[in-house]
DNA sequence: ACATCGATCTACT
DNA sequence: GTAGATCGATGTA
């Protein structure tokens, strides 16, 4: 499955990776407690990260979920452990990447809509040609080619891999919480959530609720 | 085998 | 605001 170049890479940064029992909390509250990690990556080329600044949670009975209809090729990642990374590939041309919570068996994700980039910008600008630096990852599909994360990634260990989040003690800010984006099913499902404190760096700001 | 369209992005009007 | 790119997962036959 994970056949590619999928990488191994310890120690990124000396961060040490969120444990494994984060991704057992509720799908929700992961959502949220996702916001204001980061997200690391260990490419060939160096490492490149960013601040997780806006989510979205995708539950299991949830139409807009891509496991809600069962266990296929494409979404088997999402039924397996928590803590791994399921990326998937979509309009013919992006990555979208997600962290699978819940155990093995029942299928939930948090799906990683933006970061603040941190670590490895001249990579990113290489990786994003044209792009401004505000845009470098304001989108799940941006985020993914500005660090580099491909189809190769699916399944990998969000604990211990090439490709790791990590908590470095910044706070948060406060959340906001909104209607998911480009999705019919269950579009009123309020399980978006950013950060307002980091509202520059995200896909789009929208109605809030609460 | 075929048709549809998507958890998107960019460029253009 | 709207269209086009581009391909594979999925549903129907």
Redesign the pocket.
């Known amino acids: 499955m994970n056949k590619s170049h999928a990488i191994s890479c310890p120690d990124i940064s000396g961060l040490k990776p969120l444990p494994r029992d984060f991704y057992l909390q509720d799908t929700i509250e992961a959502a949220k407690a996702l916001v204001g990690k980061l997200l690391v990556h260990c490419s060939p080329e160096g490492i490149i990260s960013g601040r997780i600044v806006e989510t979205?949670a995708?539950l299991r009975d949830d139409p807009?979920?891509?496991?809600s209809?069962g266990m296929?090729?494409?979404?088997r990642v999402?039924f397996g452990p928590p803590g791994h990374a399921?990326v998937?590939?979509?309009?013919?041309?992006?990555f979208?990447m997600?962290a699978v919570t819940q155990p093995e068996g029942i299928a939930e994700?948090v799906?990683i809509?933006a970061l603040q980039p941190l670590e490895g910008m001249e990579l990113m600008r290489r990786n994003?040609k044209?792009?401004r630096d505000r845009?470098l990852c304001?989108?799940?599909?941006?985020?993914t080619?500005a660090l580099g994360i491909i189809r190769g990634h699916n399944g990998v260990d969000l604990t211990d891999s090439c490709l790791i989040i990590a908590d470095d003690g910044e706070k948060q800010g406060e959340l906001v919480q909104a209607t998911?984006?480009?999705?019919?099913e269950a579009a009123d499902k309020p399980w978006r959530f950013y950060s307002r404190r980091y509202a520059e760096w995200v896909?789009r700001v929208d109605r809030e609720y609460r």
Do not use: V
């Open positions: 979205e995708y807009a979920c891509h496991a209809r296929t090729q494409r979404n999402m399921y998937y590939f979509t309009y013919g041309m992006h979208c997600n994700a799906l809509r994003r044209g792009a845009d304001s989108g799940p599909g941006k985020l080619q998911r984006i480009g999705i019919k896909s």
